[in-house]
T-cell receptor, first 116, second 112 residues
């Protein structure tokens, strides 16, 4: 397996469920990101991790809880979501943090989440 | 933060060069110009980036004007698989932090 992988690719859940999205990068990168892409809206950055430390949390509701156990894995734990949380959730990684410049982000295929 | 202007859509015949323009007249000196694309229902894909000089890789060429106020992404021989939304992104942006500001991009349709 190469690049950035995400599982599951599709997820349907009720508002009372608890589920987790998983991201794994096989690129030896040190930074990982969660983005949200809602229909007809630009990508929104949710969380950034560098060397397993969270460095940015863009006012994301607490019903989204990230976890980065090591530099290759990133999780997004979901609980009591709302229908408006239905979106494509994308994971990305980069060699280091983007502010260092010259540091492209590589994206996974995304998880298509539907909240009923 | 640097704002970008891209045409909302473009068509290109298969096998011809696709030239995608981007205006970024407010770009600051330390911002690179990144290009990504997103094929329908897939994650964004990095294409190329540059600061001042023109760049070329196996996917595309990037031409940046001397004043850095605009750039053009060139796909030299477009194929049907190049149909996607293409995003021009000045980065890093001091106001957006680590995020890539994808904006609306240009929807490129490559036709047979």
């Amino acid at each position: 397996e190469t690049g950035v992988t995400q599982t599951p690719r599709h997820l349907v859940m009720g508002m009372t469920n608890k589920k987790s999205l998983k991201c794994e990068q096989h690129l030896g990168h040190n930074a990982m990101y969660w983005y949200k892409q809602s229909a007809k809206k630009p990508l929104e950055l949710m969380f950034v991790y560098s060397l397993e430390e969270r460095v940015e949390n863009n006012s994301v509701p607490s019903r989204f809880s990230p976890e980065c156990p090591n530099s290759s894995h990133l999780f997004l734990h979901l609980h009591t979501l709302q229908p408006e949380d239905s979106a494509l959730y994308l994971c990305a990684s980069s060699q280091g943090l983007a502010l260092a410049g010259n540091n492209e982000q590589f994206f996974g295929p995304g998880t298509r989440l539907t909240v009923l | 933060d640097a704002k970008t202007t891209q045409p909302p859509s473009m068509d290109c015949a298969e096998g011809r060069a696709a030239n995608l323009p981007c205006n970024h007249s407010t770009i600051s000196g330390n911002e690179y110009v990144y290009w990504y694309r997103q094929i329908h229902s897939q994650g964004p894909q990095y294409i190329i980036h540059g600061l001042k000089n023109n760049e070329t890789n196996e996917m595309a060429s990037l031409i940046i004007t001397e004043d850095r106020k605009s750039s053009t992404l060139i796909l030299p021989h477009a194929t049907l698989r190049d149909t996607a939304v293409y995003y021009c992104i000045p980065h890093p942006d001091s106001n957006s932090g680590y995020a890539l500001n994808f904006g609306k991009g240009t929807s490129l349709l490559v036709t047979p």
